[in-house]
C-alpha cells in the first residue's frame, strides 16, 4: 500500500475515529486504525465492536493495499507536521513509512489479517437532513443515566414513525422528548431501536459537521443502526432491553405552569444551587403570585434565595427539585422563554420551550426536602 | 498473732466453688495473685518444661508467719475476708481461701515464707496434701513457692496437660496480663535457662505496653484520656457512684480475627466479660468489619461493691450491679478516644493475624510461643539462671544478651525470601522509652490541609501532606461523608427524597416482605417511599437523594436482608445504622470514576469535617498514609 493524502484531511479523519478507538486495549488490534488505499481515497475504519466508523478522504494511490496502525500515535504525529502532502506506505514487516517534507517517520504496526469485519450496511431506509439528529441528540442526552439495570438503559429510544422522529431519553428521575416532523412514508408503521450513548455521542459530532444540505441516509439491521454520511460511515450495534413506556410517565393533568426566561432562571439556579446539598442538589421552587423564588435547603455552607418574575396568580405552592437536573435542560433548551407545568409537590413537574415548533417536553420528578 | 483465719461454713457455703487448679496457668495464675494481694513489688516466675516439671514464684510481699504458713492450706484458710459482708466488695485478687490447698493437693509444694519484721522464716513442704515438714529456715523477706510435678497423684488430669509450648503459652499470656496491668512492680519469667518476660517497673502504662508489646505496636495504639462517670445514688441511703476507665484501644485500621488482643481488668482484675466485650465492639461498629477486633487495654475501677467477682471459680468473670450504665460509658468513652484521635492507618497496612486463636485467655503474643518461637533457650545462660541454683533473693539486672524486642505483631513472613525460621528469639524489654520515638501522632485532623496531587486508577486520591504521601479510597471517603449527613438527617427526620418517574417493583422474599412490615417507617424516615403491591412485591416510589434509580432495587433488597439477619434484634438506633450505611455505599463515589481537581478538594474537606475520618461505615479504612520518615527510610536516607 502506498499513498499520498492531504496532511489536513487525514488528521480530521483520524480525529474523528478517536471516539471510537479502544481505550483500555484489552484487544491490541482495536487501539489501531485499519488504513485501506483503494480508487483515489484512502478509508479509515476504527471500531471497539460496539461501535464503527468508517472515513474517507481523497488520497492519489500509488499501490492499492491495506494496514494497520496504531491510532493515538498516528493522529498525535500527524498533528504536528506541517500542512503539505504525506506520503505513507506500508512496509512488509507491517511497518507504516510516513514521509512529509523533511520529516521520515516509521511507526510499527500490524497486520490487517486480524482486524475485526464491520457488518455491511443494508440499503437505506430513509434520508434524514443532516442536523437534525444532532439537534435532538443535544436535547435528550443529557438526561441517559449512566449505570444500565433493569429499571434504566444506557441509551435513548430512537423512534420513526411516517410522519417524524422521536428521540426519548430517561434515568428514572426525569424524562426528556423530542419530536421533529418529517416525512418518513418509507418507514411504515414504525422503526424502534435504542441508541447507544457512546454512539450518540460520536452521531453528534459526525452530524454537525456533515454540510447543511447534505443528508443522512440511515438503515438498520437486526442488531445494528447505520449513518451514512457519504464520506463518513458510522455503525452501532443496537442497545437490547425494555425502553420503559414513556407515554405513561408524560404528564397529563398539570393545571398550573408559569413562563420564564431561560437566562434568568437559569442564572439564579447557578447561583442558589451553590448552596444545595452537593450530593442531592436540592433546591426549593416556591410559586407564588408574581414571581418564583428559588431557595436553597438548609446547608451548613451558606443558604441562598432569589426571585424571578412571573405572570402568575394560581394558588402558592412549593416543590423541591434537583437544581441540576433543571440547569441541564436550560442549557439544552434553544428559545429565550420556558414553561414550568406543575401539578403539586408530590406530582412531576415539567418544562418546555415556549415560542417554538419543536416539540420538547422535559419531565422532572420532584424531591421531598 | 497470725492473719488467717478460717472461714466459716456459712461464709464458705457462698463463694463460687469449682475446679481451682486445672493446668499450670492456674497455679501461676493463684500464686502471682497471691504475690500482688501480699503487696510485692517484684515478682520472679521459673518455669521448667512449660510448668508441667516445676514452678517456682518468688516475691519480696509481706510474707507469712510461721502459724499462717501452716493454716493457709487450710481449706477456706485466708487472711482477706472475715465475715460475710466483706463478700459484697472484694478488694483483694484472692478470697477464698482455696488456692493453696489445692495446688498442694495435686503437687510436690515447698513453701518458704518470712514475714515483714520476723527474723526467721519458715519452710512447709507438702506432696499430694500430706504435710512432709515444716521447719525455721533462713529466708528473705517474702515468699517463695515451688510447685513442682504438678498432677504427679491425678494421672487422669495430667493427661489432659497439652504441649509443653501450649502450657507454657499460657503461662507466659498470665504474666503478660499482670504485667500490664502493674506497670509499677516488676515481673520476671524464665523458662528453663531463657527470659521470656523481664519487665522493671515503670511510672506509666505506656512504657510497659512499650516493654510488653514494642514501639510499633504502640503506634497503632490511641491512649484513653482517663474518664470518669458518675452514676446518680439510686436512693438517699446509698452514696454516688464513679466508674472510672482507662488504657489503651487500637485504631480501627488494626483488625484481628479474633478477641485475644482484647485485655479487661476490673479493679486490676483480669476478667472475660461478654458486657464489657460488646461495649467494645459497639464502640467499634461502622468503624471496623463485623467479625474483626481491635486490640484493647482497658482497666475499669470502681467501688468495689459494684462489681461482683464470687461468680465464678477461676474469678474472670464479674457481675456488674450496674451493667448497663458501666456497658455504655465503656462504649462512649471508647468510641470518643476514636473519633478524638482520628488515627491515620499506616502504609503499608498491618497483616492480618495468620491463625485464629482459640481459648481465653490466650493472646497473640501466647500464641507465638506457642508456635515455637521459645522452643530453645537463646540467650546464653545468666549467673542466675545456671540450672539447680535455687532463686532465693533474685536480682532482676539487665539481660547480658543484646536487647532484642519481640514484635507483637510482626510483619508477614516471606517463605522465599527468609526460609529460615526464626526460632530463637526472645521478647527482650525495654527500660525506656527511646526518646524521638515516633508516637501514634499520625491524626487524620491533617485531612484537611492535603495538597491533592491527582488520582491513582481513577479511584484513589493521591495526596501529599506535611508529614507524607496519602492515599485516600474516593469511594469510602464519599461513604463516610454521606453516612453521617444521612444519620443526621435521620435525627433530624428530614431525610432528603427524590420521587421516580416510574414505581419500581421488586420481588420480596417472604423473609424480605415480614421485615419490610418491621421496619418500613424507619425505611421513610431514611428517604424511601415504598407501598406493598400485591402479594410479596413492592413498589418503590421514592428513593434516598442521591441514590440512582439503577441502585434502588438492589439497595431496598439489601436494607431488607441485612435488617432481617443482623439486626432483627438490633436497636432502632442499630437499624438505622445499617441502612444509613447501605444508602452511603449506593450513594457514594464510585470507584473508577475520574474526579476534576475541584470535586478532589470537595471530597477531602468533607472527609476532614467528618466525625469519623478513618473508616468507612463498614469498616474498611478510607486512608493510608505513607509517613515521610518512612520514606526516607525507604530510600535508605535515614
Ligand atoms: N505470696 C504470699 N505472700 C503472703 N501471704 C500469702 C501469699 N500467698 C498466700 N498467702 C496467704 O495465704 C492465704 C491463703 O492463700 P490462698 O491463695 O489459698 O487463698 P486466698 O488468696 O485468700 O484466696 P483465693 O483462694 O481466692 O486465692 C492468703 O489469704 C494469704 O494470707
Ligand atoms: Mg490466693
Ligand atoms: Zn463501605
Redesign the pocket.
Known amino acids: 500500500m502506498e499513498f499520498t493524502v492531504s496532511k489536513t484531511d487525514l488528521a480530521r479523519e483520524l480525529g474523528l475515529s478517536q471516539g471510537v478507538v479502544e481505550k483500555k486495549t484489552t484487544i491490541p488490534i482495536l487501539s489501531n486504525v485499519l488504513v485501506e488505499a483503494g480508487d483515489g481515497q484512502v478509508q479509515i475504519t476504527a471500531t471497539d465492536l460496539e461501535l464503527g466508523i468508517r472515513c474517507s478522504c481523497p488520497a492519489k494511490v500509488t499501490k492499492r493495499g491495506s494496514g494497520t496502525i496504531p491510532a493515538r500515535r498516528l493522529l498525535d504525529y500527524v498533528r504536528l507536521l506541517p500542512d503539505a502532502d504525506l506520503q505513507v506506505k506500508m512496509l512488509d514487516n507491517q511497518w507504516a513509512s510516513l514521509v512529509c517534507g523533511r520529516s521520515r517517520t516509521r511507526i510499527a504496526g500490524m497486520s490487517r489479517e486480524s482486524y475485526p469485519e464491520l457488518p455491511v450496511m443494508p440499503d437505506p431506509m430513509v434520508n434524514i437532513p443532516a442536523g437534525l439528529l444532532s439537534s435532538m441528540i443535544k436535547r435528550t442526552g443529557f438526561a441517559i443515566s449512566s449505570e444500565e439495570s433493569r429499571f434504566t438503559l444506557n441509551g435513548a429510544l430512537l423512534l420513526l414513525k411516517a410522519d417524524g422522529i422521536i428521540m426519548v431519553s430517561t434515568d428514572g428521575h426525569r424524562l426528556a422528548l423530542t419530536e421533529s416532523k418529517l416525512d418518513l412514508p418509507a418507514i411504515g408503521a414504525q422503526f424502534r431501536a435504542l441508541l447507544p450513548k457512546k454512539a450518540m455521542v460520536e452521531l453528534e459530532k459526525l452530524d454537525s459537521e456533515a454540510a447543511a444540505d447534505s443528508v443522512v441516509r440511515f438503515s438498520g439491521d437486526e442488531n445494528h443502526l447505520f449513518f451514512d454520511f457519504g464520506q463518513r460511515l458510522l455503525l452501532s450495534r443496537k442497545l437490547t432491553g425494555n425502553f420503559p413506556d414513556f407515554d405513561r410517565v408524560l404528564p397529563k393533568d398539570v393545571p398550573r405552569s408559569v413562563e420564564l426566561n431561560r437566562d434568568e432562571l437559569r442564572g439564579s439556579l447557578e447561583r442558589v444551587s451553590q448552596f444545595a446539598d452537593e450530593r442531592s442538589r436540592s433546591i426549593r421552587l416556591h410559586v407564588g403570585p408574581g414571581e418564583v423564588k428559588i431557595h436553597s435547603s438548609i446547608s451548613d455552607t451558606g443558604e441562598s434565595e432569589e426571585s424571578v418574575p412571573v405572570d402568575y396568580d394560581g394558588p402558592e405552592m412549593e416543590i423541591g427539585f434537583n437544581a441540576q437536573y433543571l440547569l441541564e435542560f436550560l442549557r439544552a433548551v434553544e428559545t429565550g422563554t420556558v414553561s414550568l407545568h406543575f401539578k403539586d409537590p408530590n406530582s412531576a413537574g415539567e418544562l418546555r420551550p415556549v415560542g417554538s415548533s419543536t416539540i420538547y417536553r422535559y419531565v422532572v420528578m420532584p424531591m421531598r426536602i | 498473732m497470725g492473719?488467717?483465719r478460717i472461714l466459716s461454713d456459712q461464709i464458705a457455703n457462698k463463694i463460687a466453688a469449682g475446679e481451682?487448679v486445672e493446668r499450670p496457668a492456674s497455679v501461676v495464675k493463684?500464686?502471682l495473685?497471691?504475690?500482688m494481694?501480699?503487696g510485692?513489688m517484684t515478682v520472679r516466675i521459673d518455669v521448667e518444661a512449660g510448668g508441667r516439671r516445676l514452678i517456682r514464684i518468688a516475691?519480696d510481699?509481706?510474707?507469712?508467719l510461721r502459724d499462717?504458713a501452716l493454716l493457709?492450706f487450710e481449706r477456706h484458710?485466708?487472711?482477706?475476708l472475715s465475715d460475710a459482708k466483706d463478700l459484697l466488695a472484694i478488694a483483694?485478687?484472692?478470697?477464698?481461701?482455696?488456692?493453696?490447698?489445692s495446688i498442694a493437693s495435686v503437687s510436690r509444694l515447698r513453701l518458704e515464707?518470712r514475714a515483714d519484721g520476723d527474723s526467721t522464716g519458715t519452710r512447709v513442704e507438702i506432696a499430694g496434701g500430706r504435710l512432709l515438714r515444716c521447719e525455721d529456715v533462713p529466708a528473705p523477706r517474702?515468699?517463695s513457692?515451688e510447685v513442682a510435678d504438678l498432677f504427679f497423684n491425678v494421672p487422669a488430669r495430667k493427661k489432659f496437660l497439652r504441649s509443653e509450648q501450649t502450657e507454657l503459652a499460657h503461662v507466659a499470656s498470665l504474666v503478660t496480663h499482670y504485667g500490664l496491668a502493674r506497670p509499677e512492680k516488676a515481673f520476671l519469667l524464665n523458662h528453663g535457662r531463657s527470659t521470656l518476660l523481664d519487665l522493671p517497673p515503670v511510672e506509666t502504662l505506656r512504657e510497659r505496653v512499650y516493654q510488653v508489646f514494642g514501639s510499633r505496636m504502640l503506634e497503632d495504639l490511641i491512649e484513653l484520656e482517663p474518664a470518669e462517670r458518675g452514676l446518680e445514688a439510686a436512693s438517699d441511703e446509698d452514696k454516688p457512684l464513679s466508674f472510672r476507665l482507662r488504657g489503651f484501644v487500637s485504631a480501627p485500621s488494626v483488625q484481628k480475627l479474633n478477641r485475644n488482643s482484647i485485655y479487661l481488668f476490673v479493679n486490676g482484675r483480669l476478667i472475660r466479660d461478654r458486657l464489657l466485650l460488646h461495649a467494645l465492639s459497639a464502640a467499634y461498629y461502622n468503624l471496623m468489619p463485623p467479625a474483626c477486633f481491635p486490640v484493647a487495654l482497658l482497666f475499669i475501677d470502681c467501688d468495689f461493691e459494684e462489681v461482683d467477682v464470687n461468680v465464678h471459680p477461676a474469678?474472670t468473670e464479674v457481675r456488674f450491679r450496674h451493667g448497663s450504665f458501666v456497658h455504655d460509658f465503656v462504649r462512649d468513652t471508647v468510641r470518643e478516644a476514636l473519633i478524638a484521635a482520628k488515627p491515620a492507618a499506616a502504609m503499608p497496612m498491618p497483616p492480618r493475624p495468620p491463625q485464629p486463636g482459640e481459648g481465653l485467655p490466650y493472646s497473640e503474643f501466647s500464641q507465638r510461643i506457642e508456635a515455637g518461637a521459645f522452643a530453645a533457650p537463646e540467650t546464653p545462660a545468666g549467673p542466675d539462671s545456671a540450672p539447680g541454683k535455687p532463686a532465693a533473693g533474685f536480682d532482676l539486672r539487665p539481660p547480658q544478651a543484646p536487647p532484642r524486642r519481640l514484635e507483637f505483631d510482626p510483619p508477614v513472613a516471606r517463605p522465599d525470601l527468609d526460609p529460615k525460621p526464626v526460632l530463637h528469639r526472645a521478647p527482650d524489654s525495654h527500660s525506656l522509652l527511646p526518646d524521638g520515638l515516633p508516637l501514634a501522632d499520625a491524626s487524620l485532623a491533617s485531612l484537611s490541609d492535603l495538597h491533592p496531587l491527582g488520582q491513582l486508577h481513577d479511584s484513589f486520591i493521591i495526596a501529599a501532606g506535611r508529614d507524607g504521601l496519602w492515599i485516600i479510597d474516593q469511594h469510602v471517603a464519599h461513604e463516610r461523608i454521606l453516612f453521617e449527613q444521612v444519620l443526621e438527617q435521620q435525627a433530624e427526620g428530614r431525610a432528603e427524597s427524590q420521587r421516580l418517574l416510574m414505581p419500581l417493583v421488586v420481588r420480596l422474599t417472604p423473609s424480605q416482605q415480614i421485615e419490610f412490615a418491621r421496619i418500613a417507617a424507619e425505611m421513610e424516615r431514611s428517604g424511601f417511599e415504598c407501598e406493598p403491591f400485591g402479594n410479596r412485591t413492592l413498589a418503590i416510589k421514592a428513593v434516598p437523594a442521591g441514590v440512582s434509580p439503577a441502585d434502588a432495587e438492589s439497595l431496598v433488597s439489601e436494607i431488607l436482608d441485612v435488617s432481617e439477619q443482623e439486626l432483627r434484634q438490633a436497636s432502632a438506633d442499630d437499624l438505622r445504622r445499617g441502612m444509613a450505611a447501605s444508602i452511603a455505599c449506593r450513594a457514594a463515589i464510585k470507584i473508577n470514576t475520574r474526579l476534576d481537581a475541584a470535586k478532589i478538594d470537595w471530597l477531602l474537606r468533607q472527609l476532614a469535617a467528618t466525625s469519623c475520618p478513618m473508616s468507612c461505615p463498614h469498616g474498611r479504612p478510607i486512608a493510608l498514609r505513607y509517613t515521610t520518615r518512612e520514606i526516607l527510610r525507604s530510600f535508605h536516607r535515614i
Open positions: 492473719k488467717i481451682v493463684e500464686l495473685e497471691n504475690s494481694d501480699a510485692a516475691d510481699g509481706c510474707g507469712m499462717d493457709a484458710a485466708t487472711s482477706k483483694t485478687l484472692g478470697f477464698r481461701g482455696e488456692a493453696l490447698p515464707t517474702g515468699t513457692i474469678k
